[in-house]
């Protein structure tokens, strides 16, 4: 394993400590940290080992945060009507 999935591991074990902590805005701020530092993550992940392993950790990150995704689904779909 090369230091970049380990990081990426460490990024989803990390993940799924902080959804186990409550949070009075519904985990809004740690999903935004998250983010932040899984992008990077996720770049050097897939420099590293190419872009199906990078594909896979994108999934996995989706999977964990998909409330963020859900939502910038909805707002785009929200713009393509606007300007159809």
């Not at 940290?33 to 590293?48: D, F, R, S």
Request: hydrophobic content about 60%.
């Amino acid at each position: 394993m090369n230091v970049s999935l380990a990081l990426a591991f460490v990024w989803g074990i990390a993940a799924n400590v902080l959804a186990m902590i409550p949070s009075k805005d519904n985990h809004w701020t740690r999903a935004y940290v998250l983010i932040a530092v899984g992008i990077p993550i996720l770049g050097y992940v897939t420099l590293q080992n190419g872009p199906w392993i990078g594909l896979v950790v994108l999934a996995a990150g989706m999977s964990v945060l998909r409330w963020p995704v859900i939502y910038l689904g909805r707002w785009v779909r929200k713009v393509l009507r606007a300007t159809l």
